[in-house]
């Protein structure tokens, strides 16, 4: 079945840090790829998508490139600051139309003064 | 922010009783879901809808039903709760243009301890 593999946290780093949050999935087809950022207390919100091979999300500072190759969608942000802190999921959703999401475990970034 | 609410946003319970969470959503979304958060696991589908009446398993049904009599509402129920239900619940919605692969939205969760 599918499945999504995320490195695993947490994720410490100083502000204006650059970051990597490795993603990689397993998946019958072209399945659709997403970003998702939890902060504490709250529900998930959508950080950014890829729905097709080479395609680049990019939100917020945050990118990410669909990589087919390399069944990976690692997720980059050039500074990081304070107020990234949360954690980060990975996920993706198959095309049979009714866009179930299969998660990553999720990181915890953790960003310091 | 989508038009989520989930109630209650906090339970605490007996094992053995019975449970409903519910879901509401202000949004006309044709699609929605429950998930569960665990340690470890990220999230895992518990049930979806895809429509009235008309809702599937997903990857973590055991232990779970669902209900859908209304557009705007989706319960998930454990008719008799066990401390392995013990886990935060999340309600989501999709599928607001009824395009592909459109935003899923999250509501706030729910805490529910088993003990």
């Known amino acids: 079945g599918n499945s999504v593999t995320q490195m695993e946290g947490p994720v410490t780093l100083s502000e204006e840090a650059f970051l990597t949050i490795n993603c990689t999935y397993t998946?019958?087809?072209?399945?659709?790829l997403f970003w998702y950022v939890q902060y504490p207390g709250e529900g998930l919100q959508l950080l950014l998508k890829?729905?097709?091979?080479?395609d680049k999300g990019s939100n917020k500072g945050f990118e990410a490139t669909y990589r087919k190759e390399t069944t990976s969608f690692h997720l980059e942000k050039g500074s990081v600051q304070v107020s990234d802190s949360a954690v980060y999921f990975c996920?993706?959703?198959?095309?049979?139309?009714?866009?179930?999401?299969?998660f990553g475990t999720g990181t915890r970034l953790l960003v310091s003064p | 922010d989508a038009g989520i609410t989930q109630s209650p946003r906090h339970k605490v319970t007996e094992t053995g009783t019975p449970v409903t969470l519910r879901c509401h959503q202000t949004?006309?979304?044709?699609?929605m879901y429950w998930y569960r958060q665990d340690p470890g696991h990220g999230l895992r589908l518990i049930h979806y809808s895809y429509g009235v009446k008309d809702t599937d398993k997903g990857e973590v049904s055991d232990g779970y039903s669902v209900s859908r009599s209304k557009t705007e509402d989706f319960l998930l129920t454990l008719e008799s709760a066990t401390s392995s239900q013990t886990s935060v619940y999340f309600c989501?919605?999709?599928?607001?243009?009824?395009?592909?692969?459109?935003?899923?939205?999250f509501g706030q969760g729910t805490r529910l301890t088993v003990v």
């Open positions: 949004e006309n979304h044709r699609y």
């Open positions: 890829a729905t097709k091979a080479d």
């Open positions: 998946a019958t087809g072209y399945p659709s």
């Open positions: 996920a993706l959703s198959d095309n049979t139309g009714f866009q179930k999401l299969v």
């Open positions: 989501a919605i999709s599928g607001g243009t009824g395009a592909p692969n459109t935003e899923a939205f």
